[in-house]
């Protein structure tokens, strides 16, 4: 069975920090990863794909296989970051996704 | 482009009554999927749909949930009889072909008491 695994509930940085929410996952076949983003009151919403290796506003994701991991990361938080992110797998049939529990990243000035 | 709509936004019920959620996805989505996400928890498939078709199901308990979505369009989400345990933000989604491009709704808020 396919598992995503977000070990921190709540990340507390300052401003300029750098961040690094983990993900780890468990399946079995060749993986497709991403990281959806939830600002205060607003809808879930995509961020970035693993497959796409871009970086969207300053985040970065990378897959390694070997760790099984696809930890997101910013050389440096802005307030404005501060949001609940969950990691999610597709399932081999890539109709359906798998979400973590969830990491709140929290950015004071 | 209009957003994925539902209704209601907050509900209220005791246990071991009924309730039923409204989704209207995005004009032209084909593919509709009702997410059950519990406090603390991340979002959990409970159905996709396919047009008007069940593409997966495997976590619906369905002896007391349901779900149809009549011409492909707006789906409904039913609750029946409510336990405790379902207290959870019921959400949304549709998407056009990509599963990661599925745009979601607000969320409805179901309380259980």
């Known amino acids: 069975a396919q598992r995503v695994t977000q070990p921190e509930k709540l990340l507390s940085v300052f401003k300029g920090a750098p961040v690094e929410l983990k993900c780890n996952y468990s399946?079995?076949?060749?993986?497709?990863l991403f990281w959806y983003v939830q600002y205060s009151r607003q809808r879930l919403q995509l961020l970035l794909r693993h497959i796409s290796r871009e970086s969207i506003k300053g985040f970065t994701a990378d897959l390694n296989k070997g760790e099984t991991s696809f930890h997101l990361k910013k050389p440096f938080a802005q307030e404005e970051d501060s949001a609940m992110y969950y990691c999610?797998?597709?399932?081999?049939?890539?109709?359906?996704?798998?979400f973590g529990k969830g990491t709140m990243l929290l950015v004071s000035p | 482009e209009a957003g994925v709509a539902q209704s209601p936004r907050y509900k209220i019920i005791e246990k071991r009554q009924s309730v039923a959620f409204w989704c209207n996805p995005i004009s032209g989505h084909a593919t509709l999927y009702w997410y059950q996400q519990i406090l603390g928890q991340g979002p959990k498939l409970l159905i996709q749909f396919q047009n008007n078709g069940v593409v997966d199901d495997s976590q619906l308990p369905k002896d007391r949930f349901s779900a149809e979505r009549l011409k492909g369009v707006d789906s409904t989400l039913k609750i029946q009889p409510a336990k405790l345990e379902d207290s959870a933000v019921y959400l949304c989604?549709?998407?056009?072909?990509?599963?990661?491009?599925?745009?979601f709704g607000p969320g409805t808020r179901l309380t259980v008491t």
């Open positions: 989604a549709s998407s056009l072909k990509r599963v990661d491009e599925q745009y």
């Open positions: 999610a797998l597709a399932n081999s049939g890539y109709s359906t996704l798998t």
């Open positions: 399946y079995s076949g060749s993986p497709e």
